[in-house]
């Protein structure tokens, strides 16, 4: 089957529905709209977490929930489908207090480092920005968590939702069964991770130091051995810059050329660009 955006969101609808959040596919298909014009504030994105389906085994009480819904940017025909896997959609109180939602009961919905955006692209997620649009110039790319629900596990915030499932490993297989179904729809020809974390918990093995030639931390997964996972150094304002640096210096840029922090960014799209055309 040709892979189509009319025929991925209607696939993506009935996993978001059946596995992650049962909301009506007119919100969904609304959020979209409302994101593909970048106008997040026409669309409903608060939500009661008892439509969180109960796949994503959520603890007795939840604090600060969030849903990040699979984005893309680019052409769906182009050269190359790249699919980019970040740990959990991240959230925090400030947000909750501006949109005036239940700490406790409410669920905000969102894209993957809230690309959606553009106050976030021109601001705080910047350097994912920049990575992802010039990589979609000529690719299709396709962002998506290991882990589509965000919480603390009590207003304490002192243990996250991917620590909490790494000490539930009954439940992983079923968070895990859903990325699957997604790989599987997409059908990537390259897969992408930010930060020791994605990488670690996507393939269950130990990290080699990321600062290193993208080649030699290539991998596999099991169920889908055909298909190359790169993991890059983490974009995140909390990486130190020495890490970054040390990174694409190993992956032969000029740093000269890359000075700024959102121009790192485009650093890490010409180190995956590089790695596509040779």
Not at 5 to 21: F, M
Not at 54 to 62: A, D, I, V, Y
Not at 170 to 193: A, G
Request: charge should be positive; charged fraction near 25%; include cysteine.
């Amino acid at each position: 089957m040709i892979i189509t955006i009319k025929n991925l969101t209607e696939e993506l609808i009935k996993i978001i529905q059946s596995d992650i959040i049962n909301i009506p596919k007119e919100n969904i298909l609304d959020l979209y709209e409302s994101w593909s014009q970048t106008n997040e504030k026409s669309s409903k994105w608060v939500f009661d977490k008892k439509n969180i389906s109960e796949k994503q085994f959520l603890p007795l009480n939840p604090y600060l929930l969030g849903i990040d819904f699979p984005y893309w940017f680019g052409n769906i025909s182009a050269k190359k489908r790249i699919m980019v896997i970040g740990i959990d959609p991240l959230r925090n109180e400030n947000v909750f207090n501006k949109v005036k939602a239940d700490k406790n009961n409410d669920v905000l919905i969102g894209t993957p480092y809230a690309l959606h955006s553009i106050k976030m692209r021109e601001g705080r997620t910047r350097p994912y920005w920049e990575f992802i649009n010039s990589l979609s110039q000529d690719h299709f790319v396709y962002l998506t968590d290991i882990y589509k629900t965000f919480f603390y596990t009590d207003s304490s915030k002192k243990e996250r939702s991917y620590v909490y499932y790494k000490q539930h490993p009954s439940k992983l297989s079923s968070i895990k069964n859903i990325l699957e179904q997604e790989i599987e729809l997409l059908k990537p020809d390259l897969i992408i991770t930010l930060g020791k974390e994605s990488i670690v918990q996507l393939t269950e093995q130990k990290c080699n130091k990321l600062s290193r030639n993208i080649s030699l931390n290539k991998t596999h997964l099991k169920s889908f051995p055909n298909i190359p996972i790169i993991p890059l150094v983490h974009l995140s304002g909390a990486t130190r810059k020495a890490n970054i640096i040390d990174f694409m210096i190993a992956n032969n840029l000029n740093t000269s050329n890359f000075e700024k922090r959102w121009q790192y960014g485009l650093g890490y799209s010409t180190i995956i660009k590089n790695y596509i055309n040779r």
